[in-house]
């Protein structure tokens, strides 16, 4: 089935939408699809497709989350506030309950705590309210001797370093967004959306799997006393639906930083372009030596989580292994529908590509259109 690819691009951008009307065309299932690519702090590509999809429309955006989250953390110890190397507990007392007193900001950030979920997993309330979550963290024995290993803090990694933030500066990691960087640039990617914005979101929906689709996923399904069922919330006596998750309105409101933002392409896109370069008049966010430190892989080896690979930078995922045409700096982060966004410091390019529907998961997150949309991208911007 075929469907309507709708938007602009720049001179040169024109094969970014045959990619992505090609993918599309492949497509039983309406994506929902946003793409927005920067070049230099210029807006290049704008495009969408969908029945009921502008490139106004917001949606959930799940793990891209913790890219603004981490962003905001960036700064923080871009500018002193934060310490890297000091322990978690200097700034959270509570937290070096059960062993965890040594962790540091570095390893929390690398998703070394071990501290990927609790026993019994949460309630939708609590997974909606990074304070609750992390009142909860606090008192957890971690899953793997915290900083000897990495695994996917899925739902609980910003309420972890969000609890830093908030006891230092008296400020949650949302409110520090939304006043440095959401409304500076007026961007559409909310931490907490607006109930005056409501009109303007579309909801997610589910993944349609082929019958093989379904034999794999049951093939790989895991246990609920496994690490990957805490990380995942599935050890919950109500296990978590991550569609219904996306869709409830206290989660949107609240925005909890890991997992709870709400936005479109053209928003994510803008906060990368922000990160690394000069946009709307304003220097960049970042300094080349903050990106430095904060795109590089700090835990080598397999996800206890995930299983993947050399996953994570610091609070953002690296990426040039998984898309060899990015510069070893890029940084950014996948989510759960599918979706993915990044900052190309080498290129100058920030990206961002947003899906309403589950795509069918793949073993890094992000659905695997992305390598031939952001290498379309790529290829544009080097011909510049």
Same mark, same amino acid.
């Given at each position: 089935?075929?469907?309507?690819?709708?938007?602009?691009?720049?001179?040169?951008?024109?094969?970014?939408?045959?990619?992505?009307?090609?993918?599309?065309?492949?497509?039983?299932?309406?994506?929902?699809?946003?793409?927005?690519?920067?070049?230099?702090? &210029? &807006?290049?590509? *704008?495009?969408?497709?969908?029945?009921?999809?502008?490139?106004?429309?917001?949606?959930? =955006?799940?793990?891209?989350?913790?890219?603004?989250?981490? #962003?905001?953390?960036? =700064?923080?110890?871009?500018?002193?506030?934060?310490?890297?190397?000091?322990?978690?507990?200097?700034?959270?007392?509570?937290?070096?309950?059960?062993?965890?007193?040594? #962790?540091?900001?570095?390893?929390?950030?690398?998703?070394?705590?071990?501290?990927?979920?609790?026993?019994?997993?949460?309630?939708?309330?609590?997974?909606?309210?990074?304070?609750?979550?992390?009142?909860?963290?606090?008192?957890?024995? +971690?899953?793997?001797?915290?900083?000897?290993?990495?695994?996917?803090?899925?739902?609980?990694?910003? $309420?972890?370093?969000?609890?830093?933030?908030?006891?230092?500066?008296?400020?949650?990691?949302?409110?520090?967004?939304?006043?440095?960087?959401?409304?500076?640039?007026?961007?559409?990617?909310?931490?907490?959306?607006?109930? $005056?914005?409501? +009109?303007?979101? #579309?909801?997610?929906?589910?993944?349609?799997?082929?019958?093989?689709?379904?034999?794999?996923?049951?093939?790989? $399904?895991?246990?609920?006393?496994?690490?990957?069922?805490? /990380?995942?919330?599935?050890?919950?006596?109500?296990?978590?639906?991550?569609?219904?998750?996306?869709?409830?309105?206290?989660?949107?409101?609240?925005?909890?930083?890991?997992?709870?933002?709400?936005?479109?392409?053209?928003?994510?896109?803008?906060?990368?372009?922000? /990160?690394?370069?000069?946009?709307?008049?304003?220097?960049?966010?970042?300094? +080349?030596?903050?990106?430095?430190?904060?795109?590089?892989?700090?835990? /080598?080896?397999?996800?206890?989580?995930?299983?993947?690979?050399?996953?994570?930078? =610091?609070?953002?995922?690296?990426?040039?292994?998984?898309?060899?045409?990015?510069?070893? *700096? $890029?940084?950014?982060?996948?989510?759960?529908?599918? @979706?993915?966004?990044?900052?190309?410091?080498? @290129?100058?390019?920030?990206?961002?590509?947003?899906?309403?529907?589950? /795509?069918?998961?793949?073993?890094?997150?992000?659905? +695997?259109?992305?390598?031939?949309?952001?290498?379309?991208?790529?290829?544009?911007?080097?011909?510049?």
């Amino acid at each position: 089935m075929s469907y309507e690819v709708r938007g602009t691009v720049e001179e040169g951008f024109e094969g970014v939408r045959e990619e992505l009307a090609d993918f599309l065309a492949g497509e039983e299932h309406e994506p929902g699809a946003q793409l927005t690519a920067y070049l230099d702090g &210029r &807006r290049v590509v *704008d495009l969408w497709a969908g029945e009921d999809t502008t490139g106004d429309s917001l949606t959930s =955006l799940f793990s891209i989350t913790k890219g603004a989250a981490h #962003l905001v953390v960036a =700064l923080l110890v871009q500018e002193g506030v934060l310490d890297l190397d000091r322990e978690v507990a200097a700034y959270w007392p509570e937290f070096a309950a059960e062993g965890k007193d040594r #962790l540091t900001l570095r390893e929390l950030l690398a998703h070394q705590s071990g501290v990927v979920g609790v026993e019994g997993g949460f309630s939708i309330e609590e997974l909606a309210d990074d304070r609750l979550l992390a009142a909860r963290l606090a008192e957890q024995k +971690p899953f793997w001797e915290p900083g000897t290993a990495y695994g996917y803090h899925a739902f609980v990694i910003g $309420a972890l370093t969000g609890e830093v933030v908030r006891r230092v500066t008296g400020k949650s990691i949302q409110e520090l967004y939304e006043e440095r960087i959401r409304a500076p640039y007026g961007l559409d990617f909310h931490l907490g959306l607006p109930e $005056a914005l409501e +009109p303007h979101w #579309l909801e997610v929906q589910p993944l349609v799997p082929t019958p093989e689709q379904i034999a794999l996923l049951r093939a790989n $399904a895991f246990a609920r006393d496994s690490v990957k069922a805490v /990380a995942f919330n599935q050890n919950a006596a109500s296990p978590t639906d991550v569609v219904a998750f996306g869709n409830t309105r206290a989660v949107r409101a609240l925005g909890p930083a890991s997992s709870g933002g709400v936005g479109n392409a053209r928003g994510v896109a803008g906060m990368y372009a922000a /990160a690394i370069g000069a946009l709307d008049g304003r220097a960049a966010l970042l300094t +080349p030596g903050t990106v430095a430190e904060f795109s590089r892989v700090h835990a /080598a080896g397999p996800d206890l989580v995930t299983g993947s690979p050399d996953h994570f930078g =610091l609070g953002f995922e690296f990426l040039a292994d998984r898309y060899p045409f990015l510069g070893r *700096d $890029a940084f950014g982060h996948s989510g759960a529908t599918g @979706s993915l966004a990044f900052a190309d410091p080498a @290129s100058g390019v920030a990206y961002a590509y947003t899906r309403r529907r589950f /795509a069918f998961p793949s073993g890094d997150g992000a659905s +695997p259109e992305n390598g031939r949309l952001a290498e379309s991208v790529l290829r544009a911007a080097g011909s510049r």
